[in-house]
């Protein structure tokens, strides 16, 4: 029983990564209607930049604000206007198609520029183990946790609960309707990259000591995350949080009690299952929107 619980505590940590990275994906949806694909290297940039600041000598918190700074010119701003304001116009598929695109240039001009190794990340948390009911906890996975949740049902407060994250969301329901009740199309578009912008840099922040800030830790990061957002409901941002402790917790019961081999198919497997039997996603409701 101990080892079940265990195998239950360290996946929902591991579920948590990928809640935090799925949380950009339904907010991108949620409030401008688009998909990243490559979401992933946003999470991983800030990893570098975050190293970068503190080579330069900066400690962990300033190096955090100003990447946060940085991030939002370039991955909030910056990708909005030439990215997806071009393409918008055009539908989602050429969105899909340059996102997967801008994931294969970043990943290959960090490893071209900057290195192809794997490098050691300082945890906020620090490394402190102890035991609850003979369970191996790390203060590291519990402060993951806790950061995961508070960030999920804040940035879900904000986009139901205040005037601004509900124009977002009418921007994203009908751009034409939103523009015709006097709400300023371009501001909330910029509002959600701009959220999300921020919210890869947390999820670096809280990732990359696990995982390592490497080149290539988008991938995995993407796919999963991207399977945990169409579990929960890629409308819902508690479903994002669902989906990743599925996701999580599925991966480490099936590599200990089946095969480490099957480790990564799982995720598929339970994405398959729930788009067959619950399209809309475990915590997601139907919608129509005007393309």
Not at 180 to 204: D, E, H, K, Q, S
């Amino acid at each position: 029983m101990i080892d079940f619980l265990q195998l239950v505590f360290s996946g929902m940590a591991t579920g948590c990564i990928y809640a935090l990275v799925a949380l950009g994906f339904t907010l991108l949806w949620q409030a401008a209607g688009t998909i990243n694909f490559a979401q992933g290297e946003f999470v991983m940039l800030p990893g570098f930049g975050m190293l970068a600041f503190m080579a330069w000598g900066a400690p962990l918190p300033i190096a955090f604000l100003l990447t946060v700074i940085v991030a939002t010119v370039v991955l909030g701003w910056a990708f909005k206007r030439t990215v997806v304001d071009p393409l918008f116009k055009h539908g989602m598929m050429q969105i899909v198609v340059a996102t997967i695109g801008l994931s294969i240039v970043m990943k290959n001009s960090m490893r071209a520029g900057y290195s192809a190794e794997a490098h050691p990340f300082p945890s906020i948390f620090g490394d402190t183990l102890f035991q609850i009911a003979g369970v191996t906890v790390s203060l590291g996975d519990v402060g993951t946790l806790m950061a995961a949740l508070i960030i999920v049902f804040a940035t879900q407060a904000f986009l139901s609960g205040t005037i601004t994250g509900r124009a977002m969301q009418a921007v994203a329901q009908n751009t034409e309707s939103a523009a015709v009740l006097g709400i300023n199309v371009p501001r909330m578009i910029f509002y959600t990259f701009a959220i999300n912008a921020a919210l890869a840099c947390a999820a670096a922040i809280l990732v990359t000591p696990t995982y390592l800030a490497k080149f290539d830790m988008g991938d995995f990061l993407g796919t999963k995350a991207f399977f945990a957002a169409i579990i929960g409901g890629f409308n819902n941002s508690r479903g994002a949080l669902l989906g990743g402790l599925i996701v999580g917790v599925s991966e480490n019961l099936a590599a200990a009690y089946i095969s480490p081999a099957y480790k990564d198919a799982v995720a598929l497997v339970v994405f398959m299952a729930v788009i067959l039997f619950r399209p809309q996603g475990l915590l997601g409701r139907k919608e129509e929107r005007k393309v």
